[in-house]
Every structure is written in C-alpha cells, then in structure tokens.
C-alpha cells in the first residue's frame, strides 16, 4: 500500500491508534477485486432487490466462499437531475432504493459483504446523472457515511476546462507498434508526461478525497485507458481500465485480451490493470466463458461477474469458483501476472485484435500457472514445453494438474500435449518437481479425446 502511505501519514500522526495504515485500509486492494456489478447484467435498469439477490446467491452458490465480496452498483442508482438543494448531496433514487442506499449497504453488510457505488469525474455520468466533478468532497464524505466500501469513477461528460488537449493513443501500444494513432484521442508529444495531463488530475482529487474519509474505500478508476494511465494509474487507485467498455461478443474479448497482453509489467500488488468486467453468463460458450475467466484471472484483472446469478447455468457457475484460478489471482505471495511466452498463430509481440498470445505461463505459491489458449473456431493441438516456459526452462519432469476438471496427470517430463477446443483455454498447474514421468499424455484419454 505504498502510494497511501504519504496521505496516511500526513493527515494522521502514527502515535494515533485507528490511523496505522495496516489499521484503517487492512489489506484492501493490495489483491484484484473479487465481486459483482449491475451494469453487464441490468445497464440503467435496477433496483435494490437486485443487489440483494446477487449478494444472497454469493452465499447460496458458494461464491462468497470461493472469495467474492463486493456487490457494486453502478451507473443509474440516483435523481438523475439535481443534488440536494439543501445538503448539495446526490440523492438516492427512492423508487430504486426505498431506503437509500445506506439502506442497501446496511442489507449487504449485514450478509458479511461488501458494497461499491458508481460516479463519474465529470458533470453528469455516462447515463446522464448527477456527477462529482467540483463535489469530490462532499460525495466521498456523503459514501463514507452511507457505508459504501468501493467506487468505480468513470470518465463521462468532462467540463471543457478539463478536458485534455492529448489524451494519447488507445491502446498505447499501437502506436509504438504500428507508428499511427488509430483512435480518435489526439498523439501527444512523445515524451509527454501524462501524470501532468488533467485527466490524472482529475482522478488523484477524488483519491484524495476518499483518503481523507474514515473510512476504506477500494478506488477504482475508469479512465478507458486514456491519457497515459499507464504510468500514472498505480499512484492513484487500486485498478484502471485499459481499455474501453468490454462487451458480450466473442471479438471484444479476444480485443481486450491482446491489448491488455501489452500492459502487464506494471502490474503488481496493489496495481492492477482492469480489462473491465466479466460477461460470463451474457451468451458465451462455455469454452469461451472459460478462456475469459482464466485469461482474466491470470492477468489479475479485477474479476467482476456481470450476469443474473439468480440464473447462470451451473457450468458457467462452476468456471467463476474455479479454485485454482482464484488462488492465482489472490495469491499472497506473488502479485505479479501471467503473462505470454509465446504468441502461437502470430510471431511474438504481435499486436492482433483476433490472434493475441496463445501461451501464457505465471508464478505462484502453488506452482506455475500454464494456460494454452485457442483462438481458432476448431479443436488445435497444441504443446506445453517446459523449456520455452520462464518458470520451467530448466525442463524436467513436473507433477501437473489439469485446473479444469482438478484431474493430477501425474509426473510429465519435457513437454504436454493437450487438444484445445475452439475458443478454449487449457489450464495446468505445475507443481513440484520429480522423477521420470511420461512424454506426453496421448493414450491416456487426457480430455477423453486421444
Ligand atoms: C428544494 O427542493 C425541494 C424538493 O424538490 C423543493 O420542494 C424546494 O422548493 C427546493 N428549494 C429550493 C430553494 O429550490
Ligand atoms: C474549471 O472550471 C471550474 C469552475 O470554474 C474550476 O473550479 C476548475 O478549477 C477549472 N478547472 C481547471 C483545470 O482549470
Ligand atoms: C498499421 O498502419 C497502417 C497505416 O500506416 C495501416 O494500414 C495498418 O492497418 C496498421 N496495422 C495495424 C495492425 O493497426
Ligand atoms: C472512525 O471510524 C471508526 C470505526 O467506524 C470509529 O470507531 C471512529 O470513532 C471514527 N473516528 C472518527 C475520527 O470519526
Ligand atoms: C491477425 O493475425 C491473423 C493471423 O496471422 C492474420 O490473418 C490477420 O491478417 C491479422 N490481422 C491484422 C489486422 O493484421
Ligand atoms: C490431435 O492429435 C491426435 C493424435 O494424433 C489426433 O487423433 C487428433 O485428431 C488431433 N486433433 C486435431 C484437432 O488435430
Ligand atoms: C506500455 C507497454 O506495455 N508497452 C509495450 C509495447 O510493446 C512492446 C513490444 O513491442 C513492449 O516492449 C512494451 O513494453
């Protein structure tokens, strides 16, 4: 928690009890966020009972269990047009939240969870309601209060004097790849210091403010990727957006998933790259809902389900409590991601929205963390080498369990061969090293295939 320390220790001497960093902000967002949100699910359409409900099944399928806790509301929850005119406050919708939403949160404390709220760094949101540029303070008092545990701050409806004459090139990497910018935001001079761009500004006064609370508030920006937050996002909050908004087709996944492949040497513990919420449960197969939430989780995105739990299909369900995923993106002692060894269809580093990274490997108290992803429409046959593996280049034998199925395939020496279906996402864990072992498992009905 090393970029709170210097507000922490400012505001409050360390003699003071309840002010120790490790006292009042735990271990909050030092590991990506586990919960749900309203928005893949309900966009603009919700009412309390939903966050009710999602909470309950948190507890009923066992999620809670497996590690998520924040049930987030977000855009929509409030009188779309006026704050107060008394407290200057933003007002609860009463025919959304009959009781508020201290009412909501006291209901969700109460199941032992937490819950995250929305607003935008601009006059209105993205829907059109009351924003909290110009009344950072008085909303991020006005959460505290209410009990509200994590805010999204999103980028909609920026005041023209805040508004950035550059806002750099989304995806970054795609100017350094290709030399153009094919995105709307203007290049900004090379060199440019984006922590100096009044975007960052924009989201380090909300920071402030929600440090200056008595109260832990998981900050999470939304800045869609804009305006360097590469180098300035780890300073600020606890996640950002790489990206824009994700959406349910296949496509923008694979998209989100090549972009964010570039992005992931400035994450670590308490700074994670957000490729935005989970559509598992919003139309995708099953093999795709697990490459998603795999990929996802070994890049140590925040892991947001976005889908009606009252009913996903236990199969999808099944693919958001996997243990060793979740294990992997909560592991204490490593906060580094997977990241790719090799590219697959594309030589390496290639920037392809439809052909991104295929093999991916990531350290962890576990083991390594090898995933195998095909991004073809049909079943490939693809290999495992140890050696081309950073954590395994030494090669040899290793003990290795298929994460899907929670199958030990036993001592493997050298290499695995494995056939992905199309779309899918092969998942091992090597473990501890041993003694002879097998060349490959054709034969041994790996996947009931071979
Ligand atoms: C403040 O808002 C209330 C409720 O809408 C309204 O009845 C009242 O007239 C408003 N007062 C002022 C001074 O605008
Ligand atoms: C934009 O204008 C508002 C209202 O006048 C002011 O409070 C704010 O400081 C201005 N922002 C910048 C970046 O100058
Ligand atoms: C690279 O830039 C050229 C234009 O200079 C463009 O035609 C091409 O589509 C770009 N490729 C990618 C992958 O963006
Ligand atoms: C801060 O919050 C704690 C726990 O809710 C409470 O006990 C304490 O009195 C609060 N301190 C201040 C200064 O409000
Ligand atoms: C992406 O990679 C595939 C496979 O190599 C290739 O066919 C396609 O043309 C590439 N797309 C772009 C935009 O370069
Ligand atoms: C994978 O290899 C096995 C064994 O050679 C073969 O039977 C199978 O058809 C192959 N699958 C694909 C998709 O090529
Ligand atoms: C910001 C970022 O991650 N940039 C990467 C873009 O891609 C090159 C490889 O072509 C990497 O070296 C950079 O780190």
């Known amino acids: 928690m090393w970029y709170l320390y210097p507000y922490l220790l400012t505001l409050f001497p360390a003699a003071t009890p309840l002010v120790t960093p490790s006292v009042v902000r735990g271990d909050v967002g030092k590991l990506p966020a586990l919960g749900w949100n309203s928005w893949n699910a309900y966009h603009c359409d919700i009412t309390e009972a939903q966050f009710l409900t999602a909470a309950e ?25 006026r704050r107060d005119n008394v407290t200057n406050r933003l007002i609860p919708d009463p025919a959304r939240f009959p009781e508020g939403i201290k009412g909501t ?34 909303d991020a008092a006005t959460w505290a209060e ?26 970054e990497n795609r100017s350094l790849i290709n030399g153009t910018c094919v995105d709307q935001q203007e290049l900004c001079p090379s060199g440019f210091d984006y922590s100096k761009s009044l975007t960052a500004e924009r989201f380090r006064i909300m920071r402030d403010a929600l440090l200056a609370q008595n109260r832990t508030i998981l900050y999470s920006l939304c800045e869609w990727g804009e305006a360097g937050v590469q180098q300035w996002g780890k300073d600020v909050g606890a996640s950002w957006r790489m990206s824009g908004d994700i959406d349910p087709r296949w496509g923008r996944i694979v998209d989100i998933l090549n972009q964010n492949s570039f992005y992931l040497n400035n994450v670590d ?11 598992v449960g919003n139309g995708l197969t099953i093999q795709e ?3 998603h939430f795999a990929l996802w989780a070994a890049m140590k995105s925040p892991l947001l389900i976005g889908t ?12 958001l409590k996997n243990k060793y995923l979740i294990a992997f993106s909560q592991d204490a002692k490593y906060g580094a991601p997977a990241k790719p060894y090799k590219w697959g269809t594309n030589p390496d580093w290639t920037f392809n929205a439809s052909f991104p990274a295929e093999y991916w490997s990531g350290a962890s108290t576990a083991g390594t963390l090898v995933l195998i992803f095909n991004p073809y429409g049909e079943s490939k046959n693809k290999t495992a080498v140890w050696k081309e593996i950073p954590e395994l280049s030494k090669g040899g034998s290793y003990q290795v369990t298929d994460i899907w199925s929670g199958k030990q395939l036993g001592c493997v020496k050298g290499e695995l061969k494995v056939e992905v279906e199309g779309h899918d996402t092969i ?4 473990g501890e090293e041993c003694k002879g072992g097998k060349r490959d498992v054709r034969g041994l009905g790996f996947f009931g295939r071979w």
């Not at 099944?57 to 047009?81: M, S, T």
């Open 269 to 279: 513990f308490w700074g994670h790259s957000d490729a935005d919420m989970l559509e």
């Open 289 to 291: 809902s697990r490459s």
């Open 427 to 430: 998942g091992l864990l090597v």
């Open 146 to 171: 209410w009990g509200i545990d994590y805010l999204k701050y999103d980028n909609c409806n920026v005041p023209a004097n805040w508004t950035d004459a550059c806002r750099g090139c989304v995806p």
């Open 105 to 138: 949160a006291d209901k969700i404390h109460a199941l032992d969870l937490k819950i995250g709220i929305y607003s935008s760094a601009g006059d209105l949101t993205c829907a059109g309601y009351q924003a909290s540029i110009n009344h950072e303070w008085i």
């Open 308 to 319: 009606d739990l009252a009913r996903i299909d236990p199969a999808e369900l099944e693919v």
């Open 57 to 81: 099944k948190f507890i009923d399928l066992g999620l809670k269990d497996a590690g998520y806790e924040y049930v987030n509301i977000d855009d929509c929850w409030q009188i779309k047009d």
